[in-house]
């Protein structure tokens, strides 16, 4: 059994117990987490920390299969850009993908994370994957704006489908973004998430002009895909944003993680309200400065259930949720640190369906320990030198 203390436990659930006492198995199981009410005494073998210890943190978006696109990626150009970019570089068929993929799972340990929601369009981070400690939950990505394409597309989906199971990883379908998914393949989708109970993970209004191509067949967005594929030529709007405009496709039931939401507006957010009880709103700060130099306007996210990705080492400069947290607190200081840690470590842990196991100090759960260190105590923020230690 080990004994930790810090300046404050956070649980995982939205609480802060000043130097609370957190007792755990050997295997790193919590026995239980004790509030001292800020009145520690000394005991045996007690180990104490400055700082803030916390569960391990949920990265809810990632593509590991795009770390070998780490710094060949120009910032601030803007999402249609980021795409053509990552298309030119697809070629780059490097040797050592492998080991960027390992290297990217190492140091998302190091920073504390205990399981991530990936995308992937391929199998080449399976292997990764299945060598890691890290919980990893798939989400085999689809893409196809041409309905017609669609017997080829589920051929493919069923394939890599059966190169998880065999490693018995876990995974489900997911379609890429608003912008890049038929109606029929929406519906395979759906139908799929129906039976099997699975988490959609969409990429949502990441560009401005995301929402004029739905409104208006116009825009920076609609005229760079056109140039991909020219069956965009015959896109028609529908008139609305284009996040009611495919969740209308989506299943009502199924947990739905909404990637990016730098355009979303406060109408966009009634209306998904309206729609699911299930939606989780997953912010990914540091690659939309990457991207679009631009953030959400997270205050509109205040009381929404909010997750944390890191989006991949092509539009990241680090796999780091804390760094994540610490571009959120130094632009909105106005949102407490609790709701900042509860996003990162319990919301992530239910977007993926891994409350039970991890996200919180609860009897039996092996959650992971992290401390951070370097805290502003004064004003309870995060501080440029703020830094995650895995404790367990
Ligand atoms: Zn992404």
Known sequence: MRKFSANYIFDGLGNFY?????????????????????????????????????????????????????????????????????????????E????????????????????????SNNSSSFQTKINSKIKYHTFIELIGIDANDIDKIEIFARNIKKEAQKLNLSNNYTPHATYSVSEKLLKFITDDAYKTNSIISIHNQETESENEMFLAAKGELLKSLQKINPYYKKFKPSLFNSLPSTMINLPKCNKTLLVHNTFTSEKDIKWVNNYTKYAYWCLCPKSNLFIENKLPNINLFANEKVCIGTDSLASNTSLSILEELKTINFTFPNIDLVILLKWATYNGAEALNLQDKIGSFEKGKIPGINLIENINFTDMAFNEQSRVKVLF
Do not use: W
């Open 18 to 94: 000043k130097n609370g006492i957190l007792k755990i198995d050997d295997d790193g199981s919590i026995i239980e987490l004790i509030d001292t009410n800020g009145n520690l005494v000394e005991e045996n073998k007690l180990e104490f920390y400055n700082g803030i210890i916390t569960p391990g943190f949920v990265n809810s978006h990632c593509h590991l299969e795009l770390s070998y696109l780490k710094n060949k990626i120009k910032e601030g150009t803007s999402l249609p850009n980021f795409i053509s970019s990552v298309l030119e570089n697809k070629h780059l068929n490097i």
């Open 96 to 119: 050592n993908a492998n080991l960027e993929m390992k290297n990217a799972d190492e140091q998302m340990k190091r920073e504390g994370i205990v399981a991530v929601g990936d995308i």
